[in-house]
């Protein structure tokens, strides 16, 4: 039985069609591509450009898939062209096509039999004429299931300022199928009406999802993945169709953003060159407990998220593990109330008991220990990398000077001298 979200019953356009002008500047010369501009004038240099002034007719061309017929036609002179739809097209992409067969970024078309150098000369010249216009059209060719490649991509949220939503992502989620996301209602109030049928994907039921959207990326159709805030996967669902998607041959696509542990890294003030994320701390104590006993000996830097209302009780637990180990406590990031607290677990929950309660969002870095330090760096090898760092010499060679003279690994070494660093 067909999901009611099923694409099966959509019927693509049968022909769309380009308007452009032609231009004395016009050379036709690129033997890989050629391309309509929404711009009216052209350089003496365009080689591929075979026509300015375009009305891109975005929303049928993204209905297209598969093979292509592409007629082009300046008054009597005409040239036919096939080719496959890029199922990386969306709408802010210009309209180049490609000989070359692979997808990619940046194109209408790919495999196209033709680049502009091997189109028909009376076309070309007809272009150049005062007054041309040009007609391309695209007519869809019988699709066979095995050419259709569909596209599954990965776009980062948000996580508090909808201003971080890039123009790349919006142009995708302003192209796409189907948006999956964790909360429908969430996703529709940041983006509004888009042409997107919203499916609700979330860890209750994105096990059973994954047939549904096999089934539609089997049928050419391009589909976003979203949660609710930051990069989806990081805490987040999306691994089951990401690995069935990636294993029935589609396209996987990352669009890169916003990410609450790389933000918090960044401002934290604590090594950020080896680094670990453990996502939420667990929400029994012992299992807490456990969680935090494994980073005890960790020369590592450590991201955890946390629930306002268990802040304090998991400060102190790791206070009662990790002793005066150094932290930053990350709240509420690009959101009203972004607040940003360091010191040791203790003393930040000392500071969090002083408020009439804890509220918003928690990032919480916790640094490197300093096992490795007391045992390969100390006394005099401590005193001279310490000078060496304040005469300029770089932490790199410092570090690979140390880990010479000890025996200790670089990588810990290097953590090692970061300490030392005012």
């Known amino acids: 039985m067909k999901s009611p979200h099923s694409s099966a019953t959509k019927i693509p356009p ?14 036709g010369t690129h ?40 007629e082009l036609q300046c008054g009597t002179a005409t040239d036919t062209v096939h080719a496959m739809m890029n199922p990386l097209y969306i709408a802010s992409d210009p309209l180049i096509i490609r000989t070359h067969g ?35 059209t695209l007519s869809p060719l019988a699709a066979h299931t095995d050419e259709l490649v569909g596209c599954l991509f990965i776009v980062a949220m948000p996580i508090g300022n909808r201003d971080d939503l890039s123009p790349r992502a919006r142009a995708t989620l302003a192209s ?4 999956l996301a964790e909360d429908t209602r969430t996703t529709r109030a940041m983006l509004g009406r888009l042409r997107a049928d919203y499916i609700s994907f979330h860890n209750h039921n994105e096990q059973e999802r994954v047939p549904e959207i096999l089934e539609r990326l ?29 294993a029935a041959g589609h396209l996987v696509i990352p669009l890169p953003g916003p990410d609450a542990v790389t933000a918090a890294l960044s401002v934290s003030g604590l090594p950020t060159n080896d680094y670990r994320f453990l996502g939420f701390l667990p929400r029994k ?32 637990a790791i206070a009662g593990q990790l002793g005066n180990r150094p932290l930053a406590l990350c709240r509420n990031m690009t959101k009203p109330g972004e607040e940003f607290l360091r010191g040791t677990a203790q003393e930040l929950a000392a500071l969090l008991q002083t408020r009439d309660a804890v509220r918003g969002e928690f990032a919480i ?28 010499v770089a932490t790199k060679i410092v570090a690979a000077a140390m880990a010479e003279a000890t025996g200790a690994p670089k990588r810990d070494m290097f953590n090692a001298i970061l300490t030392l660093k005012d």
């Open 102 to 136: 692979e997808p990619q970024h940046n194109s209408l078309c790919i495999g196209a039999n033709k680049g502009a150098a091997a189109l028909d000369r009376e076309l070309i010249d007809a272009l150049r004429a005062p007054g041309a216009e040009l007609a391309m």
């Open 365 to 392: 870095v916790i640094g490197p220990g300093e096992i490795a330090i007391d045992r390969s760096l100390t006394g005099e090898l401590r005193n001279v990398a310490k000078s060496l760092l304040a005469n300029g």
């Open 218 to 246: 089997a049928n050419g159709s391009k589909i976003a993945l979203v949660s609710d805030a930051g990069t989806p996967l990081v805490s987040d669902p999306g691994f089951p169709i990401v690995r069935a998607a990636a």
């Open 176 to 179: 796409v199928d189907i948006i």
């Open 14 to 27: 049968a022909t769309v069609t380009l308007t452009a002008k032609g231009h004395a500047n016009i050379k």
């Open 31 to 70: 033997k890989k591509t050629f391309e309509l501009v929404t711009d009216s004038e052209l350089s003496d240099g365009g080689t591929c450009i075979i026509g300015v002034a375009t009305e891109p007719q975005t929303e049928h061309l993204l209905q297209l898939r598969g093979s292509v017929k592409i």
């Open 285 to 316: 104590t012992g299992e807490r407990a456990s969680r935090i006993a494994q980073i005890k000996e960790a020369d590592y830097t450590c991201v955890v998220f946390e629930a306002p209302h268990r802040m304090i009780k998991s400060l102190e």
